[in-house]
Each structure stands twice: as C-alpha cells, then as structure tokens.
C-alpha cells in the first residue's frame, strides 16, 4: 500500500492513480481530519463480489467442498448445460 498525505497526493495523482489501476496498489491518503483509502475499480469488484458469495447461506461452504473434491468425480466442462 502506497501511503500519501493530502498535498503530495494533489501533486502526484496522475502517477499515483495509474499506479493503483495497473499494478492494483492500494493508495492511503493521510489528511488532518482521517484518512482515505482509493483502490482500483478491478479490486473493488472483487470486494464487492465476495462479500455477495459470502452473503449467500452456505454458499461459501458448498465452494470449499467443491475445492476438496476429487477432478474425476466431476462433469466435464463441455457437459455441463448453463
């Protein structure tokens, strides 16, 4: 994580934003009332869809068990009607 105060965060945000979108690096931005922090759309998707599985009643579980299981005992891909 980049950490940043507010001025040198104005100075540089062009470099500090293209940093965090290609290299998915979180930036902390201290000012004199708290800090922010600014992350990537990419990652923010990712927050957003695990905290939805994660929301899910036994979903989450299902997935562990589906990690453990065995490759032979599962349907081919091309087998598997969407």
Known sequence: MTNTNI????????N???KTIKYNEPINISTKNGN????????Y?????????CS??????D???GLKENI????????VEW
């Open 63 to 65: 997935i562990q068990k």
């Open 72 to 79: 032979e005992n599962c349907v081919p891909e091309d087998e």
């Open 45 to 53: 998707n990712s927050i957003i869809e695990t905290l939805y599985i």
């Open 56 to 61: 899910i009643p036994k979903l989450k579980e």
């Open 7 to 14: 001025t040198n965060f104005r100075k540089n945000i062009y």
């Open 16 to 18: 500090l934003l293209e």
């Open 36 to 43: 922010a922090v600014i992350i990537s759309e990419e990652d």
